[in-house]
Nanobody
Framework: QVHLVESGGGLVQAGGSLRLSCAASGDGFSIGVMAWSRQAPGKSRETVARFNSDGSTNYADSVKGRFSISRDNAKNTVYLQMNSLKPEDTAVYYC?????????????WGQGTQVTVSS
């Protein structure tokens, strides 16, 4: 099993910044993609940023230029720097990754961290 522990959510005013962290741990598993998704009340979950195994990154159009994803491979930790936050960024943010061990692959998710942006 791979466990993902997120931190860094909270309440911030519009225009402010927050930094989320997510640490993955799992004996013998190789971690590939690490990413952040979010889900706002009444809306479907969307992936906002992902850090691919080859070092490339992808962002949802709604966060391009404001959010930045980074990764510390030695610590199996991924970060999401969120700047110029808007009320519509309010959501529960989830970390997830691709985990592989002995040919078995699956996608574990974190428990989520609440981000609330006030206007």
């Amino acid at each position: 099993q791979v466990h993902l522990v997120e931190s860094g959510g909270g309440l911030v005013q519009a225009g402010g910044s927050l930094r989320l962290s997510c640490a993955a741990s799992g004996d013998g598993f190789s971690i590939g993609v690490m990413a952040w998704s979010r889900q706002a009340p009444g809306k479907s979950r969307e992936t906002v940023a992902r850090f691919n195994s080859d070092g490339s990154t992808n962002y949802a159009d709604s966060v391009k230029g404001r959010f930045s994803i980074s990764r510390d491979n030695a610590k199996n930790t991924v970060y999401l720097q969120m700047n110029s936050l808007k009320p519509e960024d309010t959501a529960v943010y989830y970390c997830w990754c691709s985990a592989t061990k002995l040919g078995y692959s699956y996608t574990p998710w974190g428990q989520g961290t609440q981000v609330t942006v006030s206007s």
